[in-house]
């Protein structure tokens, strides 16, 4: 074959002279450079091989990380498993043999994406991502998996063979789209979702921590900051840092050794900001929401932010609740049992600290099937009601919550199961 009909053949002498045109138009002070990669745009993208591996967390549990191979590169995520998930999300696929990881290694998920899923993606185009949303529904019809993906936006029902598997590829097609299409990942899940005009989050910052995965008496899991006056991500970022600093340099920290061991004291409060979790430790009271509520907005107040920086509280009151009574003082062994709340006790306290408290928001005020309080309660008008336990990220509960205007906004999960 002579070099001309091989330039014909495959149609080069075309692609090169549009490729040359195009760096002539861009007037290109790298032709080479800027040649290549047009050509390289000018291919299509082709799935040729999706392998996973087991990897460890951030918290030493092992999770899935996937390699996603196309012919133009390699693409690689990974994610890890919440500290908690409720009953109605997606089902974690661990392989329960205990003598390995304490039965939470995932062998059988990785099995899953090597020998299924793999084969059913090999040779898409992975910038057809609605087209893979559709062969990985196809793969699993069972009913406790989690929408796919922005298609919530959409109410459509969708299952996985591996939620976590789908959210991970996601991650790398999402990846390879903006390298092909040459636009952020953000505005990329934009135009898959339909928004036009998407608003980056208000970030949400945690100081006081309490609840069951806490050390100290804490009935509620979270007390929490909202940046809404500001302006910029940049500044939201900068007011949360600033009222977590004030909170913590005005109070003394502490802690106990006991055999040679260091033990933090029972009054732990923290932040996250990125990847970065910082801890110290307040003296405040075992139990006493009030006295958490009083020390934020006194740190609050030292910034100056005043009204630009709103409280919010996950309560997450599935965890201390028993039947249809409330037990604040669950965790305070002496005192558990002795003081139920009802759920209108529950709707008058947080009435109560709605007016004494800049409380913008309440997150799982009742318990998880508690539908007829926290409707109401959302009814009032007081505050943002955010669904976390009560719709626990499955498309059935946020259609009821949706007909029964049971709250009015949620928390949506991404990702947190391995499945």
């Given at each position: 074959m002579s070099v001309q009909e091989y330039l014909d053949k495959?149609?080069?002498?075309?692609?090169?002279?549009?490729?040359?045109?195009?760096?002539?138009?861009?007037?290109?002070?790298?032709?080479?450079?800027?040649?290549?990669?047009?050509?390289?745009?000018?291919?299509?993208?082709?799935i040729t091989k999706v392998k996973a591996r087991q990897i460890l967390d951030s918290r030493g549990?092992?999770?899935?990380?996937?390699?996603?191979?196309?012919?133009?590169?390699?693409?690689?995520?990974?994610?890890?498993?919440?500290?908690?998930?409720?009953?109605?999300?997606?089902?974690?696929?661990?392989?329960?043999?205990?003598?390995?990881?304490?039965?939470?290694?995932?062998?059988?998920?990785?099995?899953?994406i090597n020998e299924k899923i793999s084969v059913a993606l090999v040779g898409m185009d992975p910038t057809l991502q609605s087209q893979i949303d559709q062969v990985m529904i196809d793969l699993d019809k069972t009913e406790n998996k989690l929408l796919a993906k922005l298609e919530l936006l959409k109410k459509r029902q969708a299952s996985f063979l591996s939620?976590?598997?789908?959210?991970?590829?996601?991650?790398?097609?999402?990846?390879?789209?903006?390298?092909e299409l040459q636009v952020s990942l953000h505005k990329h899940i934009a135009d898959l979702s339909g928004q036009t005009s998407p608003l980056l989050p208000v970030p949400v910052f945690t100081l006081i921590s309490g609840g069951k995965h806490a050390g100290n008496n804490l009935a509620i899991k979270e007390i929490m900051i909202l940046p809404v006056g500001s302006n910029t991500f940049e500044e939201a970022l900068q007011m949360g840092s600033e009222t977590y600093h004030h909170l913590k340099k005005r109070k003394k920290v502490s802690c106990l050794c006991l055999k040679g061991r260091q033990l933090l004291q029972r009054h732990m409060v923290h932040m996250d900001v990125m990847l970065?979790?910082?801890?110290?430790?307040?003296?405040?009271?075992?139990?006493?929401l009030r006295d958490g509520l009083d020390l934020v907005q006194k740190a609050i107040g030292r910034t100056g932010y005043n009204e630009k920086i709103k409280i919010a509280i996950g309560v997450a009151a599935?965890?201390?609740?028993?039947?249809?009574?409330y037990d604040l003082d669950f965790k305070t062994p002496n005192k558990s049992g002795q003081n139920f709340k009802s759920g209108q006790d529950m709707i008058d306290?947080?009435?109560?600290?709605?007016?004494?408290?800049?409380?913008?928001?309440i997150e799982d005020p009742f318990d998880k099937e508690d539908w007829e309080h926290v409707k109401y309660f959302s009814g009032l008008g007081i505050c943002q009601v955010v669904g976390g336990d009560l719709i626990m990220s499955n498309p059935k509960r946020i259609e009821r919550a949706i007909q029964e205007n049971s709250c009015n906004s949620l928390l949506l999960k991404v990702p947190t199961d391995i499945c």
């Open positions: 495959h149609l080069l002498s075309r692609r090169i002279e549009d490729a040359v045109n195009a760096a002539v138009r861009a007037k290109t002070s790298d032709p080479v450079l800027f040649i290549s990669n047009h050509m390289r745009k000018a291919v299509p993208s082709v549990i092992p999770t899935v990380e996937v390699d996603l191979h196309t012919n133009k590169g390699l693409f690689r995520a990974s994610a890890p498993s919440g500290a908690s998930s409720g009953m109605y999300e997606a089902i974690e696929l661990r392989d329960g043999e205990k003598g390995t990881y304490l039965g939470n290694s995932v062998n059988r998920a990785v099995k899953n939620y976590i598997t789908n959210m991970i590829i996601f991650t790398g097609l999402g990846c390879l789209s903006v390298e970065v979790k910082t801890a110290v430790l307040l003296p405040t009271s075992p139990g006493n599935t965890e201390f609740c028993i039947g249809t009574k306290m947080y009435k109560e600290l709605c007016a004494d408290y800049p409380i913008a928001s």
